[in-house]
């Protein structure tokens, strides 16, 4: 058993943040920090959101920060597609918690060497967004 778990490793970084009642505040900002040492590889970063069956939008705006080795502070607003009304989530299921992980990058991006800060905050209508179970970062070498 332990073999089959050594082989499945994250390349480079994921980690996410539980919200307290399932309840994600406008004012709650997770950070995720992640060192890069490889700069000849190229990139794909992800959010990853965790919800349960009864949230009830489709889709979750976010302001991402993104704060690179040397560089000033650049914020993003982007929308995570969550789901649609023929289809239903577009996440993964078990039972009725659903994960995304969702491109935050359209293309493979090489990375500088040194430390990376990503902040999440959620720009919803609904605050506290309801129904959030965590939030986070995921760093994948992409493959060639």
């Known amino acids: 058993m332990l073999a089959l778990h050594a082989c499945n490793t994250i390349d480079v970084y ?16 997770p950070s995720f ?11 794909n ?7 349960d069956d009864s949230y009830h939008f489709n889709n979750l705006w976010l302001n991402v920060t993104t704060m690179a080795p040397g560089d000033t502070a ?3 607003q982007v929308q995570l597609i969550l789901g649609d009304n ?11 918690i659903i994960e995304h992980r969702i491109l935050l990058t359209r293309n493979p991006i090489a990375l500088k060497k040194g430390n ?3 902040t ?3 720009i919803m209508r609904e605050d506290p967004l309801q129904n959030i179970l965590n939030a986070g970062i995921r760093v994948e070498k992409a493959t060639q």
Do not use: C
């Open 14 to 29: 994921e980690k996410t943040q539980p919200f307290n009642k399932h309840e994600w505040p406008g004012n709650s900002k």
């Open 33 to 43: 920090m992640f060192t890069i040492t490889d700069t000849a590889a190229l990139y």
């Open 45 to 51: 970063i992800y959010a990853v959101i965790r919800h």
């Open 74 to 76: 650049k914020i993003q």
């Open 86 to 96: 023929t289809k239903g989530w577009l996440g993964s299921a078990m039972d009725d």
């Open 116 to 118: 990376y800060t990503f």
């Open 120 to 122: 999440l905050q959620q």
